[in-house]
């Protein structure tokens, strides 16, 4: 597998939301907007490439019966350093996300990739797996979230183009799950088609 | 490169340097955001202060106190123009939300007349409950010049003075309870 495959196959064939269905808890609880769904997606890549790299280059090091609390702590890290970082900068994004964003740690995708891919490949493939998986959760988070925005309250990016309020059902929880299994369903019969 | 044994040692060594490299790591960066999340809260707080008192010329972060209330407490902001008082921001809370806590800034002229209410803190519905944000709906405008001596705070279905948000009564209960606490809060004593 070459390196353009292995950064594209994050978005459609691999996609972690539409495909491997993994960090089902973000995707669910943050994508009431289109940047909700962005910013989260954002912080979860930045968080996978840079744990996929550390992994990757200290795997050598740790003996296999510790190395999930490795990772875990490994990732962890840069979890609270998003966290904090967030807070500082962008507080009004980190108001909206504020719950979610240390539950980047438990989210199946990241440990994911570096149980599954970053402790068996090189430091560059990982980089280039966590930015293609990230990038791909983050499209995913965003895609959602627009639907779910548009559908419930008629505006994307928190532009409104439809006066009124919408079907709400699509910003409330039953709504995520609707729009995500039709999303599913949309992308299954592109990836069979293609 | 050989795949380090899985021996005590090993183990204990290697768990102890990933953790102690990442409690360092994290130390610095606390260190080095600390200072601007302090300044962006406060800004936050500065912002709603100004939002919902007349204009004055003092510092009300660095005057504020508590006062008690039904078994919590409120932070008061006397908003001064010189030595003369021209209102009280009041940082009131509310636990009765659809979804909990809801915090307000709740701006208040000396003779107990609400000036303007900012929205600090909620996790209610959005697109039902998020309708007393001043940018979503114009619920909290129907406050605004009010006394509630006079106008009763809570909602007509309940026997008071306040449009409800339609399909959220339950946030718009929340929203006068909170209302309401900083009001006894500001007869209760705030007044200074």
């Known amino acids: 597998m070459n390196q353009l495959q292995n950064f594209t196959k994050g978005f459609i064939k691999e996609n972690p939301v539409f495909v491997l269905i993994l960090g089902m808890c973000p995707t669910l609880g943050v994508t009431t907007s289109a940047l909700n769904g962005l910013g989260m997606g954002l912080a979860t890549a930045f968080v996978l490439i840079m744990s996929n790299i550390v992994v990757a280059a200290v795997k050598g090091f740790i003996p296999d019966k510790v190395r999930i609390p490795s990772f875990i702590v490994i990732i962890a890290s840069f979890v609270t350093i998003v966290e904090l970082t967030m807070q500082a900068y962008l507080p009004d994004l980190f108001a909206q996300l504020g719950l979610f964003i240390p539950l980047i740690v438990v989210n199946c995708l990241v440990l994911g990739r570096a149980e599954a891919f970053a402790s068996k490949n090189n430091i560059l493939s990982s980089a280039i797996d966590g930015a293609g998986m990230g990038l791909g959760f983050a499209f995913a988070l965003t895609l959602l979230g627009g639907v779910r925005e548009i559908l419930g309250g008629g505006a994307i990016f928190g532009n409104k183009f439809i006066e009124g309020d919408g079907m709400l059902v699509f910003v409330l929880a039953p709504g995520a799950f609707l729009a995500l299994g039709y999303l599913i369903v949309i992308i299954k019969k592109l990836r069979k088609t293609a | ?192």
């Open chain 2, 1 to 192: 490169m050989a795949k380090t044994e899985s021996t005590f040692i090993n183990m204990l060594l290697t768990l102890v340097i990933i953790t102690g490299v990442s409690a360092t790591i994290l130390g610095f960066v606390y260190e080095a955001t600390k200072g601007p999340i302090e300044v962006s809260k406060m800004k936050k707080k500065n912002a709603a202060i100004e939002a919902v008192v007349p204009a004055f010329t003092n510092n009300p972060g660095q005057e504020s106190y508590d006062v008690e209330v039904e078994g919590g407490k409120v932070t008061f902001y006397p908003a001064k123009n010189g030595d003369e008082i021209v209102g009280y921001a009041v940082e009131t809370y509310t636990m009765k939300g659809f979804a909990g806590l809801i915090k307000l800034m709740v701006g208040f002229l000396p003779d107990g007349t609400i000036n303007n209410i900012a929205v600090l803190e909620h996790k209610e519905t959005p697109g039902l409950g998020d309708k007393m944000e001043k940018s979503k709906s114009n619920f909290s405008v129907q406050f605004n010049g009010k006394n509630p001596e006079t106008f009763k705070l809570s909602v007509t279905k309940d026997g008071g003075n306040v449009d409800a948000i339609t399909a959220s009564t339950i946030s718009s209960r929340a929203y006068c309870d909170a209302v309401k606490r900083a009001y006894d809060a500001l007869m209760k004593g705030g007044k200074k």
